[in-house]
């Protein structure tokens, strides 16, 4: 375990130690560049801790509050997999600093495709919603 | 669980690393590195691979988070000096990983909504992030360890009366992951191309295959339709130039070669034109000689590229006049481009006007 652990730390300081020169070369002496990368850089775990998170959080316990309990893990797990083709589509759908679209890039109908995805997916949890519920009224379901 | 999403996104984030500084290597290659030229579709499968695993660890850090989230909130803040270091090295470790993921997502986007150069930022915080992953996983090792070794004896799970069970929240994650991954891979995977919906490339394409720069971006709609346009070869013994008719007349060789893009998106096409290692030959120099690649556009980083030895040496290795059976398209390259088997596509140089061999 000593030798394991000591085989990660020594490379990983090395990389950490590597990418802070690299780094150093492109923000010393800062400059507007090196200060929008510092905002980029804080703003990720910030977002996430401040607002994201929470929003998650919010979002989870009215779930677990205000549905059925047959319902509960259908509807957590499409918020998640709707929240996550969301976050992904923001950089498709949201142009103001994106490029023109080219002959074959980025011209797409990208909103009407994230609606078909989340379609399917709250068809889905319908479906299980419906599924689950049954099973749990059957006679005889284990409780 | 939080050790189990960890080793997931050890992976598929150590798989993103991998991939992106060999696509580094490649564009920017040291003198002790040198890229094959075959199998022809290996980029393709790298960088197609690099994108899909990063697009993958974004619902793997959120679910990692989200599974030590409380511990945010821990008091004291600071207990003693190693447990300090330990919370700034995971503030460096997500910062950096936050930064790696989403200016790679909106560069797949060619979205840029900040002041930097895209690759060396991604290129530097890239080292900084695997290398405070390393020290994270070394100190968080035990228990690592502990929890893995505690799930192979699996007791029945307690079934749990509100929320989801750590089964329900692992497989949440591998759906949200696979959703997302799903949603994006036609980028570069054929058979995916009309799943994926969040794909940022389409077969819209002139001759079916996509176009990052048109003729009028690169500023050569003039210069490229030129009729006195001519190819200078220019080697050691002297300048040949070339008309189109006469590059025509030379053997010509057709090969089916991805074009795959460092933004991850890749496309399967048929080329011909004139093998660079007959060209070579027919110019006086030999194959394996490297090849300077002059554009006919003036600026920029696509204006010119350099081809090694282990490329102008392979008879695939084109000088593309055709495409996908018809005349190369404007925006393709016409009058002729570079097409070479298993290169990033911003260094198959279009209309190409001058070929310099230098060594």
């Known amino acids: 375990m000593r030798i394991a652990r000591v085989l990660l730390v020594l490379p990983g300081l090395a990389a950490l130690a590597w990418g802070l020169i690299l780094f150093g070369?492109?923000?010393?002496?800062?400059?507007?560049?090196?200060?929008?990368?510092?905002?980029?850089?804080?703003g990720g775990p910030v977002v996430h801790d401040v607002i994201v998170a929470p929003v998650v959080a919010i979002v989870a316990l009215a779930v677990v509050r205000?549905?059925?309990?047959?319902?509960?893990?259908p509807l957590l797990t499409g918020a998640a997999v709707s929240g996550v083709l969301g976050l992904v589509s923001v950089p498709l759908l949201w142009r103001e600093f994106g490029a023109a679209p080219m002959p074959g890039l980025h011209d797409r109908a990208v909103a009407p495709g994230l609606l078909v995805a989340l379609g399917v997916v709250w068809a889905l949890v319908l479906m299980a919603g419906i599924w689950?519920?049954?099973?749990?009224?059957?006679?005889?379901?284990?409780? | 669980m939080t050790a189990r999403i960890g080793l997931w996104l050890a992976i598929s984030f150590g798989l993103c690393f991998a991939t992106g500084l060999l696509s580094h290597l490649i564009q920017h290659p040291p003198s002790w590195f040198t890229w094959p030229s075959r199998p022809v579709w290996l980029y393709r499968v790298t960088q197609g691979t690099h994108v899909i695993s990063g697009i993958a660890s974004i619902p793997l850090l959120?679910?990692?988070?989200?599974?030590?989230?409380?511990?945010?909130?821990?008091?004291?803040?600071?207990?003693?000096?190693?447990?300090?270091?330990?919370?700034?090295?995971?503030?460096?470790?997500?910062?950096?990983?936050?930064?790696?993921?989403?200016?790679?997502?909106?560069?797949?986007a060619q979205n840029y909504p900040w002041n930097f150069y895209f690759p060396?930022?991604?290129?530097?915080?890239?080292?900084?992030?695997?290398?405070?992953?390393?020290?994270?996983?070394?100190?968080?090792?035990?228990?690592?360890?502990?929890?893995?070794?505690r799930t192979t004896d699996r007791k029945p799970e307690p079934k749990t009366t509100s929320g989801l069970s750590r089964r329900g929240f692992l497989r949440t994650t591998?759906?949200?992951?696979?959703?997302?991954?799903?949603?994006?891979?036609?980028?570069?995977?054929?058979?995916?191309?009309?799943?994926?919906?969040?794909?940022?490339?389409?077969?819209?394409g002139p001759q079916g295959v996509p176009v990052n720069r048109t003729a009028a971006a690169a500023g050569v709609l003039t210069s490229a339709r030129d009729p006195e346009w001519r190819l200078e070869v220019v080697t050691s013994?002297?300048?040949?130039?070339?008309?189109?008719?006469?590059?025509?007349?030379?053997?010509?060789?057709?090969?089916?070669?991805?074009?795959?893009?460092?933004?991850?998106?890749?496309?399967?096409?048929?080329?011909?034109?004139?093998?660079?290692?007959?060209?070579?030959?027919a110019t006086g120099a030999a194959p394996g000689v490297t090849v300077k690649v002059t554009s006919l556009e003036n600026r920029g980083l696509y204006s010119r590229s350099t081809v090694p030895g282990e490329h102008t040496a392979d008879p695939l290795t084109l000088l593309a006049l055709d495409l996908n059976g018809g005349e190369l398209d404007l925006d393709h390259g016409y009058?002729?481009?570079?097409?070479a088997p298993n290169r990033p596509g911003v260094l198959q140089t279009k209309w190409v006007r001058r070929l310099e061999v230098v060594a």
């Not at chain 2, 060396?120 to 893995?148: D, E, Q």
């Open chain 1, 25 to 42: 070369q492109f923000a010393l002496p800062p400059g507007p560049q090196a200060f929008a990368t510092a905002a980029w850089l804080i």
């Open chain 2, 237 to 281: 013994a002297a300048t040949r130039s070339f008309t189109l008719a006469e590059l025509r007349a030379l053997p010509q060789t057709t090969a089916e070669l991805p074009i795959a893009c460092v933004e991850g998106w890749s496309a399967n096409a048929t080329w011909t034109g004139v093998a660079l290692p007959d060209l070579l030959r």
């Open chain 2, 174 to 204: 591998l759906l949200s992951t696979g959703a997302a991954v799903l949603a994006t891979a036609g980028a570069t995977v054929p058979w995916l191309r009309d799943v994926s919906v969040l794909s940022w490339r389409s077969d819209n």
């Open chain 2, 335 to 339: 009058p002729c481009r570079i097409i």
């Open chain 1, 132 to 143: 689950r519920s049954r099973r749990a009224t059957a006679p005889g379901a284990e409780r």
């Open chain 2, 120 to 149: 060396t930022v991604h290129y530097a915080v890239a080292w900084i992030a695997v290398g405070s992953l390393l020290v994270h996983i070394a100190v968080k090792l035990p228990v690592v360890r502990r929890a893995l070794e």
């Open chain 1, 66 to 73: 205000l549905s059925p309990q047959a319902w509960v893990a």
């Open chain 2, 62 to 108: 959120l679910a990692k988070l989200w599974s030590v989230y409380p511990k945010l909130f821990e008091r004291p803040v600071v207990r003693s000096v190693p447990h300090a270091v330990e919370r700034l090295s995971i503030l460096v470790l997500s910062a950096s990983v936050f930064f790696e993921l989403t200016t790679g997502l909106l560069n797949v």
